[in-house]
């Protein structure tokens, strides 16, 4: 049984940071793009960033120069490092993988889910 568990959310100040870590388990995910979402409460889950097993990478507009998306094969898993926190950020943020290598930014490429980690950004 393939899972995706994402750990490190929690609550941080304005302007602080955040690591989030996203472990497969179950089947590897070496070879496969895999990336982060994030669903704002009354809002749309929206793309936040992907990454391919090459470490091509791509980022939603809002977290270009914050946010980092990286990946270790031999842990299978995937990390969001994430600077300079905004209120707006805050979301619960899930990762997931495709069954391809290819960079996907919208959720129907994307088969694999975790269950997501509550980030708060507030004063």
């Known amino acids: 049984q393939v899972q995706l568990v994402e750990s490190g959310g929690g609550l941080v100040q304005p302007g602080g940071s955040l690591k989030l870590s996203c472990e497969a388990s179950g089947r590897t995910f070496r070879n496969n793009a895999m990336g982060w979402f994030r669903q704002a409460p009354g809002k749309e889950r929206e793309f936040v960033a992907a990454?391919?097993?090459?470490?091509?990478?791509e980022y939603v507009d809002s977290v270009k120069g914050r946010f980092t998306i990286s990946r270790d094969n031999a842990k299978n898993t995937v990390f969001l490092q994430m600077n300079s926190l905004k209120p707006e950020d805050t979301a619960v943020y899930y990762c997931a993988a495709r069954t391809f290598t290819n960079l996907a930014t919208i959720k129907p490429q994307y088969y694999y889910w975790g269950q997501g980690t509550q980030v708060t950004v507030s004063s």
């Open positions: 990454i391919t097993w090459t470490n091509n990478r």
